[in-house]
């Protein structure tokens, strides 16, 4: 499954609110973030991701300028580089962690105009980061043999 489409964010949702036992230790989030993979000859993937309390309420394809809390934004090929280490290793690791990489802002970069928006990535990210590493599972399944 590419990682620059609607379907694989539905499925991350999916897979988020079927497993709340995950997200309950990390406490309720409310937030409202836009993805953004931008493709090497242009053209961009953005998606919407609504997430309240411990689910994922929705993901819809959207403007990459739309507004929002915050944006993370990168290459494709750097949200690839995350979804593959988590893959790899079941979970993000090192510099592989959305917090690492929007903290570096060298490939995915943090954005919003609203500076308590911002600061919802700070304060649910790792509610963040498990939604993404419900990817290990969706896509370990694709790659097994």
């Given amino acids: 499954m590419r990682i620059d489409t609607i379907d694989f964010f539905a499925a991350l ?3 988020m609110n ?3 036992e995950r997200y309950q230790p990390l406490g309720e989030a409310d937030m409202d973030a836009v993805i953004v993979m931008r493709h090497p000859g242009g053209g961009v993937f ?3 991701c609504a997430f309240e309390g411990i689910r994922c309420e929705h993901v819809v394809e959207t403007d990459p300028d739309s507004p929002c809390e915050y944006r993370l934004v990168g290459p494709r090929a750097a949200w690839q580089a ?3 280490d988590i893959v790899e ?4 690791t090192g510099l592989q962690t959305i917090n ?7 490939d995915i970069a943090l954005g919003g105009s609203d500076p ?3 600061d919802k990535f700070s304060r649910f990210n790792q509610t963040l980061q ?3 590493d419900g990817a290990g599972k969706m896509l370990a399944l694709e790659v097994a043999p």
């Fill in 82 to 84: 995350m979804f593959d």
């Fill in 116 to 118: 308590m928006g911002l």
């Fill in 18 to 20: 079927a497993n709340p």
């Fill in 130 to 132: 498990e939604f993404f």
């Fill in 13 to 15: 949702a999916t897979e």
């Fill in 46 to 48: 953005a998606v919407r």
């Fill in 89 to 92: 290793h079941g979970r993000a």
């Fill in 100 to 106: 690492s990489l929007a903290l570096l802002g060298d």
